[in-house]
């Protein structure tokens, strides 16, 4: 039996509007820049901070011309304490970006980049991903819960965007599951 909907499409688009947020970066050697269909892209001058959408920055910060500023990073050091308060909290932490798992998921990156840099030893990346397993594994289960209830307005405000697209889901599927259970048919 297949579920009527693959979910994945609705994660990868939420994922998508998470790639187009500006971030916060500051320029680590002076660039020229360059255009492409007639978008320019540069110049960038040392030491100085620039907005761009995520996805944009990406390649720049890959080629070590930019870097998120602190203000916006995400290491293992910020998963950890939200696991902590996640782990210590019967109720679903709020978030303050409803985008937040995936701020997480995609700033691997830079964690990956910075081990692979010598920047951070690799104990790094392997408590990265299990902070971020705790954290993910964590709020499933809080979800599982909730799920058997509808939402209050209090509660849908601490769900991300892509749990409460998961949340509607499981709703339905255990309602449903419940009411063949209890009916009289």
């Known amino acids: 039996m297949k579920l ?6 609705d994660l990868n688009r939420i994922n998508f509007l998470y790639k187009n947020q500006t971030i916060l970066t500051e320029c680590l050697q002076d660039y020229k820049g360059f255009s492409i269909l007639n978008k320019k892209f540069g110049p ?17 910060i890959a080629k070590n011309i930019l870097q998120i500023v602190p203000e916006e990073k995400c290491d293992n050091m910020d998963v950890q304490r939200f696991a902590i308060k996640e782990r210590d909290d019967h109720q679903l932490t709020e978030v303050e970006n409803p985008l937040f798992l995936n701020k997480i998921k995609q700033f691997k ?3 990956e980049k910075s081990i692979e840099q010598a920047k951070k030893p690799k104990q790094m990346m392997d408590l990265y991903n299990s902070y971020m397993a705790n954290i993910v594994d964590t709020r499933l289960l809080k979800l599982l819960r ?3 209830t ?3 307005e209090l509660t849908e405000k601490r ?3 892509s749990e409460k697209i998961l949340y509607k889901e499981i709703y339905k599927i255990i309602n449903s599951w419940r009411e063949f259970f209890l009916s009289n048919d």
């Open 109 to 111: 990156f830079f964690m």
């Open 159 to 161: 769900l991300t965007t």
């Open 146 to 148: 909730l799920s058997q």
């Open 4 to 9: 009527s909907k693959d979910i994945r499409e």
């Open 150 to 152: 509808e939402l209050t």
């Open 44 to 60: 960038f001058i040392k030491s100085k901070n620039y907005r761009l959408k995520y996805f944009l920055a990406l390649p720049f």
